[in-house]
């Protein structure tokens, strides 16, 4: 039963997410290519986005998690130790950047467009390729540095 409201709540904070960027207008991959366009055609929607974002999460922070021991349908909350940037997070971010530049879509745009757009399909298969392979080069590394 747990497990079934968790899913419920899931899907419709998923669907609220993805009416968010669909209405923003981050479903639109010429948004993202125009706001790095910082010396031609310089549209500054992202940057609206990114602030609302702030509002939003900030006072629910500060407010709510950071006041919390654990979340209500979970034992624990998945935000990382201040302070910790390694290897494996600068590398994910320039990739993660990289693709966000080159294709205009990040994630989340891009499985709310996966049905209407081609540049979204291609872009979540290679986003799932990425995931498969970066296992596969973790478990290599893990099992070629033990011994």
Known sequence: MKNTIHNIIAINLG???ATG???SGMTK???IIDFLDVTGNWNPLLLLVMAGAILVYMPAYYLVIKKKD?????EE????????VDKQLIIGSILFGTGWGISGFCPGPALTSFLINTQAIVLVFSLIAGMFLAKFALHYKNHCCKK
């Open 15 to 17: 669907l609220l997410f």
């Open 21 to 23: 960027l669909a209405i």
């Open 29 to 31: 991959p010429q948004n």
């Open 70 to 74: 654990k979340p209500l349908l979970d």
């Open 77 to 84: 909350f998945f935000i990382p130790p201040q302070g910790k």
